[in-house]
């Protein structure tokens, strides 16, 4: 059989109560290894590993932030002169990459799938093709790798949800609709303090203004079954605004409680494959926060790709 990889981040949400679930299920399997690392300073270690290895998939134990630094190893780095496919496990707190892209359910279901479908010889059947999202944040430096870029009042609700929401310890969809809907009520309340942003693509100004929500995504649905209805269709991202203040964000909310969000009043809905955001403040890649600066525009771009194993439940 073809060598398999796990990579496990100890960190991650559902891995951090501290027991090893994986070894055991690998107990009795041939050509696989399991590599454990807590930091994101080990990963590029662990993706050498695995191409020393001749893993041809790589089993991703964590969330959304842990896949992207797995992005990010393989499409910067020379380690694999043909990248694997990636099955992506869900055991973050935040698993939209992992729902939309390959496997659903526990984290122990998941990685038994994989095996069941090596053992059968049939994983190479499971792979698909997706494109990635691409962040360029500045000259010379290396492009970090994901699937959701957020900016503008987004990233408060991000920041309220990890300080007042997930230390209750609520499931995981409750936990952030509870804060969407936090999110949303503030934006009625006019309680908005959302930056200026200036969006271009191909050097031609898109749109520029105070937003409630900026969003670039390479997925096909979000949180709580959420679904971009782009208007025009250009590119391999999702591209989603949302203006400031109550009207716009009132108008916004019959298309959210329908799960498909289209172009509208105050709202622009379209695919693009390459993008520039000019702003100062926070954004988030995959749940991870990060700060822009104007005088360093960001670009974002749908060219790069990998394969994913989806194995249906």
Not at 42 to 64: F, K, L, P, S
Not at 106 to 127: C, D, I, K, M
């Amino acid at each position: 059989m073809t060598p398999l990889a796990v990579i496990t981040n100890r960190g991650s949400t559902r891995n951090l109560r501290g027991d090893n679930w994986v070894d055991p299920m690998l107990a009795r399997e041939t050509h696989v290894m399991h590599l454990q690392i807590e930091r994101a300073d080990q990963v590029e270690d662990a993706v050498r590993r695995c191409a020393a290895a001749g893993a041809q998939t790589i089993a991703v134990n964590g969330g959304d932030g842990t896949a992207g630094l797995i992005f990010a190893a393989l499409l910067n780095g020379k380690a694999y002169p043909t990248l694997p496919a990636l099955a992506l496990l869900p055991a973050g707190k935040t698993n939209m990459t992992t729902a939309d892209w390959s496997l659903t359910g526990t984290p122990e279901a998941a990685l038994a799938a994989v095996l069941q479908s090596r053992r059968e010889g049939t994983l190479a059947q499971h792979a698909v093709s997706r494109p990635v999202l691409a962040l360029h944040q500045s000259a010379g430096a290396p492009p970090l790798y994901g699937a959701f870029f957020g900016a503008a009042e987004i990233v408060d609700g991000i920041r309220f949800c990890r300080k007042h929401i997930y230390p209750l310890k609520m499931p995981n969809a409750l936990s952030h609709a509870a804060a969407i809907s936090v999110l949303f009520w503030r934006g009625l309340r006019g309680a908005s303090e959302s930056g200026a942003l200036t969006v271009e693509k191909d050097g031609v100004l898109l749109e520029q203004g105070n937003f409630f929500v900026v969003a670039v995504t390479a997925l096909d649905e979000l949180l709580l079954g959420l679904r971009p209805a782009p208007a025009i269709h250009d590119g391999a991202l999702n591209y989603i605004s949302l203006r400031g203040g109550p009207g716009a964000i009132a108008q916004a909310i019959p298309a959210m409680l329908r799960r498909r969000v289209g172009a509208g009043p105050g709202r622009n809905v379209r695919s693009v494959n390459r993008l520039t955001l000019t702003f100062t403040g926070a954004y988030t890649l995959d749940g991870e926060l990060y700060e822009a600066q104007a005088s360093q525009p960001l670009i974002l771009d749908g060219n790069p790709r990998l394969n994913f194993i989806r194995i249906p439940p």
